[in-house]
């Protein structure tokens, strides 16, 4: 039984990433093709399959059937929501935001993006860029996905032609300079044969790029985080009261980005006070210095009065204490929005009262227009202006997605109603 | 400053302990749910490595079916007692006696029973949130569900109907009488899980490793030979070694043949496996395509 390779516990890196397509541009089957040729795919499950197949009087396996979920889309042949899979390669952890790709769920989509490193834009290689690919990249680079992909699938139904594909890329390009992507990766694949999706095959030999589980596997990520700023809001305050902790006042959190050592100068934020970082705690015991994205408890040399919601930067460090921001608003509900109610920001470890106090324009997601307009209906997406009741400690969106980002709560109905990303501090 | 990017099981770990310390800040009241397996195992060191020094600011809860492999009760109780954290039991057999739970037989399965003893739990002690090992590889249904899952006053998922949820930021608020799960493992698998387990010199159940047990074979599967298990006309109990993968009702949780003796040798198998957890294991997964979802809708976790 082969032992565990020295020092692989600690090199496997995680990749998050989403897969975007339409209806039937086969994105089911990629996955299930990543799945497959990665040996991800249990011998249970396909078996499963195979017998689902058969019984839908259909040949062979259909592997989009891994990526069914519930009942519901079995028997409607839909995906109605998001699904995470997982699989594993000797390099990398990976994890899939499956999201659906019909009309009516750009919400869906801003969600599986909202936490990815890369996306995935599948395009039909005989329909070639449509308007729901257009709308997909601008989702992606709204919600700031670092790096996209797209794949031109069914090369196999356009003979694998090098033209078609380069026709393919330079429409795209051309839409996407519009878009603040710093590199696009384009590759043909035949998802359905399995062509440079793990395996080359034979009948792109034209292609000279990488393979898409190459590219997944060896992007580099390590900048995806703002290395920068150091941004650490408060979760939890721990006093221990026990004989030993009595004075013990550990602030307890994520770092969001950037870096901290003992002994650095900080300042918390909105109150202004100043101190310096006496100790930083783990379980395992005192570190020196920690980085995002370590879950860490702080001890400070000044006793401040620090609770949960507070953000602590480091002294000097320029970032916004605003109660007023613009920001680009995805409307997620059935409900629209109403101007003259209050909802619910929640922004970093802070939840506070808002309302949207200007509409300045909503976003046509296929053109990428902006056009005027006083409401917001489900899977709108506005520029707009918000108020809030007491300062949030924020930054830009581009530069931070940590604390640049928020979510607007219904009071009346708890539920999660819109998500935000912060464009400037008024 | 170092350029390593992060290892994956500090960058799950991280994840798991800001999702714990957002409940505790923000949920009035919940509960971490222990049963003694190896997900709640590796559950504890994470609120360990959340709020340590610091008590945890949840007791424990164990729902028992008492269907349970003896080896994982006293592990559950030896493992609270070490932490010196609360640990409530709270037992399907009140649940019968009571008249809420009716069995058709005294040896069925009573893992999708479970649901009717947490709920009254719940409504018990007011819980607000129940923080849980579940993954969401371990099944389909559990693929779509979010980490912070929101049930309605009965206790039930509405699968099509989920808050949106974006970033690591958490929804947790619910009206008096609803409830949310939490599951701070959400995105780790089987394979990190050991991994995990191993990294951080993690005590499981021996049931965990290879041993000698008497079995029968039913079904695609092998089934431990207890006083809820016996042969039936025709069948035939033997001697194999084997380990379990889950540990739940006694009734229906399958071993594997296996002779992994240590956590080296179990992450090995795992990684080089060809069955799912599930498959393997579970005989009440099996009856439906849509087990998992079935249940879950009525409450369970």
């Known amino acids: ?129 449509l308007t729901q690919s257009r709308r997909h990249a601008y989702l992606a680079s709204l919600v700031g996905i670092p790096h996209l992909v797209v794949a031109v699938n069914k090369m196999d139904l356009v003979d694998y032609s090098q033209s078609v594909f380069d026709e393919i890329c330079k429409d795209f390009s051309r839409f996407a300079e519009r878009l603040n992507f710093h590199h696009i990766d384009f590759i043909p694949i035949s998802a359905l044969r399995g ?155 802070r939840v506070v009262k808002a309302v949207v106090s200007r509409i300045d324009y909503r976003v046509d997601v296929n053109t990428m227009d902006h056009e005027a307009s006083d409401k917001l209906t489900m899977n709108d997406i506005a520029h707009v202006n918000i108020k809030v009741q007491q300062p949030l400690v924020c930054d830009d969106y581009q530069r931070n997605r940590a604390t640049g980002c928020f979510i607007v709560i219904d009071e009346s109905s708890n539920n999660t109603v819109g998500a935000g990303m912060i464009c400037t501090a008024v | 400053m170092s350029n390593r990017p992060f290892a994956h099981l500090d960058a799950l770990e991280s994840e798991s302990i800001h999702i714990m310390r957002e409940v505790a800040a923000e949920c009035a009241n919940p509960v971490l749910l222990f049963s003694g397996g190896k997900d709640s195992i590796v559950m504890l060191r994470l609120a ?91 099944e389909k249904a559990r693929a779509k569900e979010r980490i912070f899952s929101f049930r309605d006053e009965f206790g039930q998922w509405d699968p099509k109907n989920q808050r949106p949820e974006l970033w690591d930021l958490y929804n947790t608020r619910t009206h008096s009488g609803e409830n949310i799960r939490v599951f701070p493992i959400s995105n780790w698998t089987e394979l990190d899980v050991w991994e995990y387990i191993f990294r951080e010199k993690l005590e499981v159940p021996s049931i965990y490793f290879a ?44 071993p594997v043949a296996s002779d992994a003796a240590s956590i080296e040798a179990i992450i090995a198998e795992t990684a080089m496996t060809r069955i799912t957890e599930r498959g393997a294991t579970r005989m009440d997964d099996q009856t439906s395509e849509a087990s998992m979802e079935l249940r879950k809708k009525e409450g369970y976790f």
């Not at chain 1, 034979?202 to 997944?216: A, E, F, I, S, V």
């Not at chain 2, 039936?232 to 949780?253: I, L, N, Y």
């Open chain 2, 211 to 254: 041993h000698e047990r008497e079995v029968i074979r039913r079904e695609a599967g092998l089934l431990p030979v207890s006083h809820l298990v016996q042969p039936e006309p025709g069948e035939q109990a033997q001697k194999m070694t084997v380990r379990f993968r889950t540990v739940g009702d006694m009734s229906c949780t399958c």
């Open chain 2, 48 to 138: 360990e490595k959340a709020f340590r020094p610091c008590r945890f600011p949840f007791p424990l809860m164990h729902i028992d079916t008492e269907h349970n492999f003896p080896e994982v009760i006293e592990f559950r109780n030896h493992r609270a007692k070490e932490l010196g954290e609360r640990l409530i039991v709270r037992s399907m057999e009140d649940s019968i006696k009571k008249g809420r739970v009716v069995l058709r037989s005294e040896t069925q399965s009573r893992n999708a029973f479970q649901s009717v003893t947490l709920l009254d739990a719940i409504a018990e002690f007011g819980f607000d949130a129940c923080i849980g090992g579940a993954r969401r590889d371990e």
């Open chain 1, 1 to 129: 039984m082969a032992a565990i390779e020295k020092g692989s516990l600690d090199q496997t890196e995680l990749l998050r990433f989403i897969t975007a397509g339409s209806v039937d541009d086969g994105k089911s089957t990629l996955i299930g093709r990543l799945l497959h040729d990665s040996k991800s795919i249990f011998e249970d499950q396909l078996s499963s399959i195979t017998s689902t197949t058969r019984r839908r009087g259909m040949e062979g396996v259909d592997l989009s059937l891994l990526t069914d979920g519930l009942q519901a889309e079995r028997e409607q042949g839909i995906t109605i929501d998001v699904a995470y899979r997982y699989f594993a390669t000797p390099k990398r952890k990976f994890i899939i935001a499956d999201t659906p790709g019909h009309e009516q769920y750009t919400r869906n989509m801003v969600t599986g993006a909202s936490t990815a490193n890369l996306a995935v834009i599948l395009i039909d290689a005989r329909k070639g860029v």
């Open chain 1, 195 to 349: 062509d440079m999706v793990v395996e080359r095959g034979d009948q792109l030999n034209w292609y000279k790029g990488m393979t898409l589980m190459d590219l997944l596997e060896n992007i580099s990520i390590s900048h995806d985080v703002n290395r920068e700023d150091f941004r650490f809001p408060v979760q939890w305050v721990c006093r221990p009261h026990t004989k030993e902790l009595h004075d013990f006042r550990g602030y307890m959190g994520r770092i969001e980005s950037g870096a901290i050592q003992v002994g650095d100068a900080i300042t918390v934020l909105p109150s202004g006070l100043n101190s310096r970082v006496k100790e930083i705690v783990l379980y395992e015991g005192p570190i020196e210095q920690a980085e995002a994205p370590q879950s860490i408890t702080l001890t400070i040399e000044d006793h401040l009065d620090i609770s949960r919601g507070d953000v602590l930067v480091k002294t000097g460090d320029l970032t916004q204490v605003t109660k007023t921001f613009d920001a680009m608003l995805c409307w997620l509900s059935e409900q629209p929005l109403d101007p003259a109610r209050k909802y619910l920001i929640k922004h970093t470890t």
